[in-house]
């Protein structure tokens, strides 16, 4: 493992709000990147000053700014996934580790995240995410939108790349982050790995604490996107016409889920209902 050497990447937009407490996150890591690439889509913000402040007084982060205004939405339909190709296009190591700016990383995520490529079978690492709760909205749609960790098949698993590892190899032969989607462009990415026929390794405690929509309204816009994202993308069909069933007949819900409160049952109907509003909406368009 010592002579193998990684590239952090990231992406950020105006997030002047959090960005610090998420470099403290990468600070107190256990082990770092031999750098760590992040690339601003030309944030209004302070987000570029602090990152510049941060880099200068922690010099060993070896952090590289990269400040591309494309990578935004007024340019390009996906740009978190432009901002990543950018990323990785910069570096300088073979083996590329992503994470999310919102996101706060558990003090041995980078350890965790790359030690599977000891075996140098594997090419993609797949890390998990665990919701940051700040609020009791957020403790409730936690509790019914997202799996834990025991709930998932590691052989199934689509890593989101809030918390991913893979060989640039790898990235280069899928045709790297699909930039025509704002949203699920990870998931596709994960796709085409597997299409490739990529070995995968799920790492458990490789975590990242993400923030889960903060209240109803955040809620429904998030599920909308990625009900939309799905149908740009004509994945996840299934899924979505068995919501789609439920959203016509609510009584099901209830039937299937007696041991939660009436709350809980209503708001993953809001989330079902989001969900197939965003991807009937994307399937309308085309």
Known sequence: MDNIKFSLITTV????KNIEVFLDSYKKQTKYAHEFVIVDGGSTDNTVSIINNYSKQ???????LIIDKTCSKKYVNGPIAKG?????????????????AGCLLNYNWFEEITKPFSNENIDVVSGWY?????????????????KSVDDIDPEKFLP???????????WLKVGKYPTFTYT???????LNLK??????KFAKNAIVYWDCPYDFDEMIKKQIAYGFGDGQLKINRLATLLQLIVVIFPI????????NSLKQILLKYCIFSANVYGYIKRIIKT
């Open 130 to 146: 665990e919701p940051n709760i700040k609020n009791k909205f957020q403790e409730d749609y936690s509790s019914i939108a997202m």
């Open 160 to 170: 989101s790349s809030r918390s991913i590892a893979f060989k640039k190899e790898c």
């Open 184 to 190: 699920a462009e990870d998931t596709l990415f994960d």
């Open 13 to 16: 937009y105006n997030e002047d």
């Open 195 to 200: 299409k490739e026929g990529y070995t995968f």
């Open 252 to 259: 099901i819900l209830f039937f299937r889920n007696r041991k």
């Open 84 to 100: 990543r190709n950018i990323a990785i296009e910069n570096s300088n190591f073979e083996y590329i580790v992503a994470t999310d």
């Open 58 to 64: 922690n010099e060993n982060l070896n952090i590289k």
